[in-house]
């Protein structure tokens, strides 16, 4: 087999940039893991001949749709649907689907890379993909969202099987809509598997998905606290977003003895210097995922200031979890937060943080936590739902409780496995992305040129 030039990173980036033009939060994402990857391989004549890096960066596959459906005026409407499958090395496609107007073939792509290095760095046998729409679920009845969702499945179910692809949810999509979306899927195939995970209880549903992305953001955090000799206990917790991740991510810190003390959604934030207690979260969550309403009512019942349009990081803590959505801490935000004296942050959201940020983050010596390994605690859930759904049984909560706390604890030794420097501190970025290329890379071998 012919020996390949070795590339450098910035001649891969252009050739990356040439292929996908406009993609750039795609660029972002390969680029944050290829930094580290390079370096890794430089002396592994193998990944190069192999051409693997390469082969990450270009999807499977790439399938966009028409979605039509009929809104409660009788009006036709048309949105556009996506899956994007990754890789599939070391199991079926996983990851979410996200309804949101800004959804698009970069973010998704985006995405679906990301996804296939956290899968990997959960141990469970899940390749990567995400989908979605850039169909807006705000303001749309339950009627409407049903006639989306159904008509959204009606073409993308032939992509789908418990052993093929396996969505799930992501913005925008909860509960109700995986239900709609699961309740299509079975119609049409006249089969009911585990190919959708984030199901209700009642349908095959695992104990604790809900929970997981949020807990295992905090895990995440607690064990690289301890790797430094600190603890949650009494430090204060800046959260963004008040939806899944951010609202359990709250509990979690609550349990373990922190207070948080901001919360968001895309109107603005709150500063609440009492902290989000239990029955403050409480509140919190009938508001923003029963009621859908605006984070300024928090700060009305309970007579705390609202910032219209701003995000909470300026505002003084020991701790910051970005849990609503990508490129939500700017470069200068988070020189910001490393001025105001942060010690960590653990990504729930989606590589939340510019790409800079996370350089001025890690050259500052700040415990960062990127998503891919600091949100994986929800897509393991999601690996274990299918097994459930596999051996059509439920196992106990207090069972996938261990598992998920084992799973983080992994992903942390993972971690710091690749990513110790020779002076102590402990590089998770660097560490998450060569633990999680390494199996994807070495199955890909295995299977020759395919
Ligand atoms: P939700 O839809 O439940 O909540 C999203 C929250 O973020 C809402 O509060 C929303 O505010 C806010 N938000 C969305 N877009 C923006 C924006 N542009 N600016 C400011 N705030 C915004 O989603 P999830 O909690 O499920 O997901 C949050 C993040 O976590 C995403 O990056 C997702 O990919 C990631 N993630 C989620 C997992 C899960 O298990 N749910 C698993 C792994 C990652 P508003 O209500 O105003 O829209």
Redesign the pocket.
């Known amino acids: 087999m012919a020996v390949s030039d070795h590339v450098n990173l910035e001649q891969f980036m252009q050739g990356l940039k040439r292929r996908n033009p406009g993609e750039t939060e795609f660029h972002q994402a390969v680029y944050e893991v290829a930094a580290n990857v390079f370096d890794y391989i430089s002396d592994k004549e193998i990944y190069h001949e192999m051409q693997i890096f390469r082969r990450m960066a270009e999807p499977d596959r790439v399938i966009s749709f028409r979605v039509c459906w009929e809104d409660d005026n009788g009006n036709i409407r048309v949105n556009r649907g996506y899956r994007v499958q990754n890789n599939n090395a070391i199991g079926p496609y996983k990851g979410?689907l996200?309804f949101?107007p800004?959804v698009n073939q970069s973010i998704l792509k985006f995405?679906a890379f990301e996804q296939t290095f956290k899968n990997s760095l959960t141990g469970l046998p899940m390749g990567g993909g995400k989908g979605g729409s850039d169909f807006n679920p705000?303001g749309k009845s339950d009627n409407e969202i049903m006639r989306f969702c159904q008509s959204f499945m009606t073409e993308l179910y032939r992509h789908l099987g418990e052993d093929t692809d396996v969505p799930a949810?992501?913005?925008?999509v909860?509960s109700r809509e995986i239900g709609y979306l699961f309740g299509q899927w079975k119609r049409i195939t006249n089969r009911f598997t585990g190919t959708l995970t984030g199901k209700g209880r009642e349908y095959g549903g695992s104990p604790i998905r809900t929970e997981?992305?949020g807990y295992g953001t905090v895990y995440m955090l607690q064990d690289m606290l301890k790797q430094a000799g600190e603890d949650i206990e009494g430090k204060k917790v800046l959260v963004?977003?008040?939806?899944?991740?951010?609202t359990y991510a709250i509990e979690k810190i609550n349990q373990l003895g922190g207070k948080v003390i901001t919360a968001?959604?895309?109107?603005g934030f709150v500063h609440d210097p009492h902290g989000i207690d239990e029955e403050r979260l409480a509140f919190l969550m009938h508001l923003?995922n029963v009621r859908r309403g605006r984070i300024e009512e928090y700060a009305e019942e309970f007579n705390v200031d609202f910032y219209e349009g701003k995000r909470p990081w300026q505002v003084q803590a020991d701790v910051a979890l970005p849990?609503?959505?990508?490129n939500?801490i700017s470069q200068k935000e988070a020189q910001t937060l490393i001025k105001n004296g942060i010690k960590a942050v653990s990504e729930?959201?989606?590589m939340?943080t510019e790409q800079d940020g996370i350089h001025d983050f890690i050259n500052a010596k700040v415990l960062f936590a990127p998503?891919k390994a600091a949100?994986a605690g929800?897509?393991a859930i999601s690996g274990l739902e299918m097994s459930q759904n596999s051996a059509r049984r439920t196992w106990k909560e207090e069972e996938l409780q261990d598992l998920l706390r084992n799973i983080m604890g992994d992903i942390h030794e993972s971690c710091v496995e690749y990513g110790k420097a020779d002076d102590g501190y402990i590089d998770y970025v660097k560490g998450a992305n060569i633990a999680g290329f390494i199996k994807v890379a070495d199955a890909m071998i295995a299977y020759g040129v395919v």
């Open positions: 979410g996200r949101h800004s995405l705000k949810g992501d913005i925008g909860g997981a992305t963004s977003g008040a939806g899944n991740v951010a968001s959604d895309s109107s923003k849990c609503a959505t990508q939500e729930g959201a989606n939340p998503s949100n929800g897509v």
